[in-house]
């Protein structure tokens, strides 16, 4: 696979770090509780309980406030993550001397999978491998 440009990675960052928008403006708030009482009964008697309780509160509109995101999720982030991507990444050119920088590539990890990966570079009638752990 090629390398990604320094836009494609800032995107797909954004997108994954976008909340995902729901469906319905009503909010769930659930609530449980524990109770101790003591006291005197009806007889005068000193007495005690415990107890639970369980509750939901609905709400119609969604929070008050500011929506919250995740970093990463506007267009301005999106934006400084491209630009420093770009200031970090391998120059696209030729050169005489050597030079430094980054390559960017999409990884898509998969749970329990292990996979190997190496860096191909083929110039002229070299071919150059890198094993990346």
Not at 36 to 44: A, K, L, Q, R, V
Not at 70 to 99: C, Y
Request: no cysteine.
């Amino acid at each position: 696979m090629r390398a990604a440009s320094p836009s494609a990675i800032a995107a797909s960052v954004q997108r994954s770090n976008t909340p995902k928008s729901k469906d319905s403006d009503i909010t769930v708030y659930p609530s449980v509780g524990v109770v101790y009482s003591t006291g005197p009964d009806i007889y005068g008697r000193r007495t005690g309980g415990v107890g639970t309780t369980a509750g939901v509160g609905v709400g119609v509109g969604g929070p008050g406030g500011p929506p919250s995101r995740a970093p990463g999720s506007t267009d301005a982030d999106r934006r400084v993550m491209q630009t420093e991507l770009e200031e970090k990444g391998l120059p696209a050119r030729a050169t005489a001397k050597p030079v430094a920088g980054y390559l960017y590539f999409p990884i898509s990890v998969k749970r329990g999978k292990s996979v190997a990966y190496q860096l191909e570079y083929q110039g002229g009638t070299q071919k150059i491998r890198v094993p990346l752990p």
